[in-house]
T-cell receptor, first 112, second 115 residues
């Protein structure tokens, strides 16, 4: 079945460091891919998305490219801030059911 | 916009009682709503999919008699945890999709604590 695998956390970075959170997926069909962010005690917020191969999603300095050849959707940011500290979830939108399948989440902690 | 609200945001109840959680789409009609459960430091587990006017579809392993879902209108779905026990304590999150769209919009979540 469809699945999403994220790199294990926690990831601890200094402010202004470069961020990469790896995400790979297994899917049948042509899924959409998403990154969600969850701040402490809150629900999920959509960070960015890509709906087809080679699309690049971007928002708030974060970006991710839908790579069909490597079945990946890695999240990157050139310079993280303390306010980026949160849990990041990679997700796959199954094209046949509309359900979202989440990775296990990666906790990012950015230190000043 | 696409705003989803949940009420209450936090609830504490005694073991054996029932608790209702509401999920509302505030500025759009939601043909489908999803209910998730999130354990501490873990991912979201889909509990059920709810379509307006029809019975919810539960994921494997989720007790439908314990987690009652009602989707009475295009803007409201409710999750009732019946005869709650401490192991039901969790963070419950709903999401909603617009007509002909797969994108899900999430509510802020409800923290349930059963004592």
């Amino acid at each position: 079945g469809d699945s999403v695998t994220q790199m294990e956390g926690p990831v601890t970075l200094s402010e202004e460091a470069f961020l990469t959170i790896n995400c790979t997926y297994t899917a049948t069909g042509y899924p959409s891919l998403f990154w969600y962010v969850q701040y402490p005690g809150e629900g999920l917020q959509l960070l960015l998305k890509a709906t087809k191969a080679d699309d690049k999603g971007s928002n708030k300095g974060f970006e991710a490219t839908y790579r069909k050849e490597t079945t990946s959707f890695h999240l990157e940011k050139g310079s993280v801030q303390v306010s980026d500290s949160a849990v990041y979830f990679c997700a796959l939108g199954a094209s046949n059911t509309g359900k979202l399948i989440f990775g296990q989440g990666t906790t990012l902690q950015v230190k000043p | 916009g696409a705003v989803v609200s949940q009420h209450p945001s936090r609830v504490i109840c005694k073991s054996g009682t029932s608790v209702k959680i509401e999920c509302r789409s505030l500025d759009f009609q939601a043909t489908t709503m999803f209910w998730y459960r999130q354990f501490p430091k873990q991912s979201l587990m889909l509990m059920a999919t709810s379509n307006e006017g029809s019975k919810a579809t539960y994921e494997q392993g989720v007790e439908k008699d314990k987690f009652l879902i009602n989707h009475a209108s295009l803007t409201l779905s409710t999750l009732t945890v019946t005869s709650a026990h401490p192991e039901d304590s969790s963070f419950y999150i709903c999401s909603a999709t617009k007509t002909a769209s797969y994108e899900q919009y999430f509510g802020p979540g409800t923290r349930l604590t059963v004592t």
